[in-house]
């Protein structure tokens, strides 16, 4: 897991992904489309991408893409985000984590 909080170290967004994996893609565009710019790993193209994952699972993610940090915090995966931004509290944490810095309701 040490290798994960060296990739995530103080960077406001992260997301672990694969490159065919619609539900990291569906992540990675709603994220992107409130303005944040987050670092993404796509564990299917990195050399260590099998050792990353187990990380992952360990760490309780399941499955292990996408998996989302925000402000260095595991946030969790698809669901976790989707439960977030339905509740209008995904937001607030980038914020919070200065991923973003405005916000414009429309």
């Known amino acids: 897991m040490e290798v994960i ?3 995530v ?3 406001p967004v992260v997301i672990f992904s694969k490159s065919s994996c ?3 893609h569906s992540i990675k565009t709603l994220i992107s489309g409130f303005g944040a710019n987050p670092t993404v790993y796509e ?3 990195m050399s260590n991408g099998q050792q990353i994952e187990r990380a ?3 760490m ?5 893409v996408p ?7 595991f946030i969790g995966g698809a669901n976790q985000i989707m439960s977030l931004h339905l509740r209008n509290e ?6 919070n984590a200065k991923a973003i810095w405005i916000w414009k309701r429309k």
Request: some cysteine; overall charge negative.
């Open 56 to 58: 992952l699972i360990q």
């Open 60 to 64: 309780g993610c399941q499955p292990s």
């Open 22 to 24: 619609c539900l990291s």
């Open 43 to 45: 564990v299917d193209e």
């Open 9 to 11: 170290g103080e960077r």
């Open 90 to 95: 995904l937001v607030p944490l980038l914020m």
């Open 5 to 7: 909080t060296n990739m």
């Open 67 to 73: 998996a989302v940090f925000i402000g260095q915090q």
